[in-house]
């Protein structure tokens, strides 16, 4: 059987993380693993040498409750993570999955997940998470290192649990996105959906080819497609389209360059996770 990977912190957006997993579980017949990944900090302690230079007696008794503190700390957060994951198995249960696995797991969360997600299709995390700055909507402080590393999709949760009925393809023609074409064309997860490819840019017959061979390998799998090029800015063309179009899901390449690009230029992918507050499946 086929799995998903979700990625579970105790944040406002763990529990719509659950609820796209199990939609995602319901039209794949996957199963889902839950995945909470504690910092080696957070899970041993941080023991620091505080005694400097006073008496030998009393730097070890010194030490001894230090060492205390942070095995009660580790405690308290091996007990947290627990019951993050049955929180969210609870809620999964709930929603009708009948596969789960909890795994709470102590380390790097990006090298957790990139073990993980060699067995399953799909890798799913909220678009912010516990530690981010909702004021000033901040990603989540691993998810563009997640979406780096990860070989499968990405599914990233909106902060509310929306059914899609439409979903909108920001196709460039490149290999991130025939490898978004190809993925739709053969999963389940899009049965039934319609489909927009769109590709922001200048209409020329060399655009219109890549997008109509797009276009045909998907109604293959029987999808009503419809395709647009429109010229502008990407940021500001997806986000009108999935305004306008009433889109419940979009799907794109992401991060095509590196972090040193993307500061000097900007991310496409990171400013339209900003912008559209629905769910984005991205594809490296």
Same mark, same amino acid.
């Given at each position: 059987?086929?799995?998903?990977?979700?990625?579970?912190?105790?944040?406002?957006?763990?529990?719509? %993380?659950?609820?796209?997993?199990?939609?995602?579980?319901? #039209?794949?017949?996957?199963?889902?693993?839950?995945?909470?990944?504690?910092?080696?900090?957070?899970?041993?302690? /941080?023991?620091?040498?505080?005694?400097?230079?006073?008496?030998?007696?009393?730097?070890?008794?010194?030490?001894?409750?230090?060492?205390?503190?942070?095995?009660?700390?580790?405690?308290?957060? *091996?007990? #947290?993570?627990?019951?993050?994951?049955?929180?969210?198995?609870?809620?999964?249960?709930?929603?009708?999955?009948?596969?789960? *696995?909890?795994?709470?797991?102590?380390?790097?969360?990006?090298?957790?997940?990139?073990?993980?997600?060699?067995?399953?299709?799909? &890798?799913?995390?909220?678009?912010?998470?516990?530690?981010?700055?909702? &004021?000033?909507?901040?990603?989540? @402080?691993?998810?563009?290192?997640?979406?780096?590393?990860?070989?499968?999709?990405?599914?990233?949760?909106?902060?509310?649990?929306?059914? @899609?009925?439409?979903?909108?393809?920001?196709?460039?023609?490149?290999?991130?996105?025939?490898?978004?074409?190809?993925?739709?064309?053969?999963?389940?997860?899009? /049965?039934?959906? #319609?489909?927009?490819?769109?590709? %922001?840019? !200048?209409?020329?017959?060399?655009?219109?080819?890549?997008?109509?061979?797009?276009?045909?390998?998907?109604?293959?799998?029987?999808?009503? &497609?419809?395709?647009? !090029?429109?010229?502008?800015?990407?940021?500001? %063309?997806?986000?009108? @389209? %999935?305004?306008?179009?009433?889109?419940?899901?979009?799907?794109?390449?992401?991060?095509?360059?590196?972090?040193?690009?993307?500061?000097?230029?900007?991310?496409?992918?990171?400013?339209?996770?900003?912008?559209?507050?629905?769910?984005?499946?991205?594809?490296?």
């Amino acid at each position: 059987m086929s799995k998903i990977i979700a990625l579970v912190d105790g944040s406002i957006y763990s529990e719509s %993380v659950c609820e796209y997993a199990s939609w995602i579980s319901s #039209r794949t017949s996957s199963a889902v693993d839950i995945l909470h990944v504690l910092a080696r900090h957070t899970a041993s302690g /941080s023991s620091q040498n505080l005694s400097g230079n006073i008496a030998l007696g009393a730097r070890t008794t010194l030490l001894e409750e230090l060492s205390e503190t942070d095995a009660l700390a580790a405690k308290k957060g *091996q007990v #947290r993570g627990r019951e993050i994951l049955n929180t969210a198995q609870s809620q999964l249960q709930e929603l009708g999955v009948d596969h789960i *696995q909890t795994l709470l797991r102590i380390g790097d969360i990006v090298e957790e997940v990139k073990e993980f997600e060699s067995e399953a299709q799909m &890798v799913v995390i909220g678009k912010r998470g516990d530690s981010a700055d909702f &004021v000033k909507l901040n990603l989540g @402080a691993n998810l563009e290192s997640i979406v780096r590393s990860c070989q499968k999709p990405v599914f990233l949760a909106a902060r509310s649990f929306i059914k @899609a009925e439409r979903f909108l393809v920001a196709f460039d023609g490149g290999p991130s996105s025939q490898k978004a074409i190809d993925y739709i064309a053969n999963s389940s997860l899009f /049965s039934g959906l #319609r489909c927009h490819l769109l590709h %922001v840019g !200048v209409d020329s017959p060399k655009t219109e080819h890549s997008l109509m061979l797009a276009k045909h390998k998907i109604e293959k799998s029987g999808l009503d &497609v419809t395709t647009d !090029v429109t010229n502008g800015s990407a940021e500001a %063309v997806i986000g009108n @389209a %999935v305004k306008a179009k009433d889109i419940g899901l979009l799907v794109m390449g992401a991060y095509g360059h590196s972090r040193i690009r993307n500061i000097i230029i900007g991310s496409t992918t990171t400013e339209m996770i900003h912008r559209c507050k629905i769910p984005i499946m991205l594809f490296r």
